[in-house]
């Protein structure tokens, strides 16, 4: 069964500095990895998504995420934090042979920015 | 695209009572997701349509929930006789046919049950 684990429930970082968020997935197969951006009272937003190719993607908002597959692990990242990025993200394993469909989700990290 | 649509955005109800919920995907996406999202937790997956075929239903969708998608477009998921614990967050997703394609999440609707 597939799974995703971010250890992080909260993380707090100052405006201007750089982010990392934290993703770890079981699965046996090759995995097709998201990470989503919930703000509140809106749907869930896709930041980026891999499904094959080059490890380091690039995404919305000036977000990126490296999978390592020795790691099972799908980190994303940001090198400056804007005070609107404040928000729930969401790590997200997709069984590759449906694509995007029955996505299981990890539990969320909240993320606050400090002025 | 005006993209995935929800109704209601909001519903209280009294236990005990039936709820209905809508969901209006992106026009040309073929594949229709509903998931159910806790205080604290990612969303779960409830169940999924291509077309009008309902080809999923998770473990967590009892007999008191049902959905449906008659034509094709629009999905309704109903649940009857509505207990506290189904007070969370619906969402409704919807996927194209590419082979590399997303899901594109509604607004939700969230439900209280008093």
């Known amino acids: 069964a597939q799974s995703v684990t971010q250890p992080d429930i909260h993380i707090t970082v100052s405006e201007g500095a750089s982010l990392e968020l934290r993703c770890n997935y079981s699965?046996?197969?090759?995995?097709?990895l998201f990470w989503y951006v919930q703000s509140p009272g809106q749907g869930l937003q896709l930041l980026l998504k891999y499904f094959s190719g080059d490890t380091l993607v690039q995404g919305i908002k000036g977000f990126e995420a490296e999978f390592k597959r020795s790691q099972s692990s799908f980190n994303l990242r940001k090198p400056s934090v804007h005070w609107s990025d404040a928000a729930e993200y969401f790590c997200a394993v997709g069984p590759s042979w449906t694509n995007a469909g029955k996505s299981t989700f990890g539990d969320g990290t909240t993320l606050t920015v400090k002025p | 695209d005006t993209g995935v649509s929800q109704d209601p955005r909001h519903k209280i109800t009294k236990r005990g009572q039936n709820v209905t919920f809508r969901c209006d995907p992106i026009s040309e996406h073929n594949r229709l997701y509903w998931y159910r999202q806790t205080l604290g937790q990612g969303p779960e997956f409830l169940t999924y349509f291509q077309n009008e075929a309902q080809l999923e239903k998770s473990r967590l969708l009892s007999d008191r929930f049902s959905a449906e998608r008659p034509k094709g477009s629009f999905s309704t998921l109903e649940i009857q006789r509505t207990e506290q614990g189904d007070s969370a967050m619906y969402l409704c997703?919807?996927?194209?046919?590419?082979?590399?394609?997303?899901?594109?999440f509604g607004p939700g609707t969230r439900l209280t049950v008093l």
């Open positions: 699965y046996g197969a090759t995995p097709y």
């Open positions: 997703a919807s996927e194209g046919y590419s082979a590399t394609a997303t899901q594109y």
